[in-house]
Nanobody, 122 residues
Framework: QVQLVESGGGLVQPGGSLRLSCAASGFSLDYYAIGWFRQAPGKEREAVSCITTSDNTFDYADSVKGRFTISRENAKNTVYLQMNSVKSEDKATYYC???????????????WGQGTQVTVSS
């Protein structure tokens, strides 16, 4: 079965860290750009970061620059989003998606995970 599965979400205190994982099954992430998106309640889904097949990275959300890091581990067919210095506004459902190239546009990605919830609270 071809799918992306996110994990690693949960409750984190402001200023804390969390690492999200995006694992692929049924296909290899080696050939895909992987993007992370997030959607807060009542808001549009927004692009957060993306990593190309050549490990070039893009941060689309200004608010995460310097705090979030995207990386990939092809041997595990997994992409990560390391979230540091988490803020209350980072609370959202985080989705990973696979596409042929990095983009901040959702339409550029044709495979999506089901999402993992991140809650920020003290």
């Amino acid at each position: 079965q071809v799918q992306l599965v996110e994990s690693g979400g949960g409750l984190v205190q402001p200023g804390g860290s969390l690492r999200l994982s995006c694992a692929a099954s049924g296909f290899s992430l080696d050939y895909y750009a992987i993007g992370w998106f997030r959607q807060a309640p009542g808001k549009e889904r927004e692009a957060v970061s993306c990593i190309t097949t050549s490990d070039n990275t893009f941060d689309y959300a200004d608010s995460v620059k310097g705090r979030f890091t995207i990386s990939r581990e092809n041997a595990k067919n997994t992409v990560y989003l390391q979230m540091n210095s988490v803020k209350s506004e980072d609370k959202a459902t985080y989705y990973c998606a696979a596409g042929l190239t990095c983009s901040d546009q959702r339409d550029e990605y044709d495979r999506w995970g089901q999402g993992t919830q991140v809650t920020v609270s003290s």
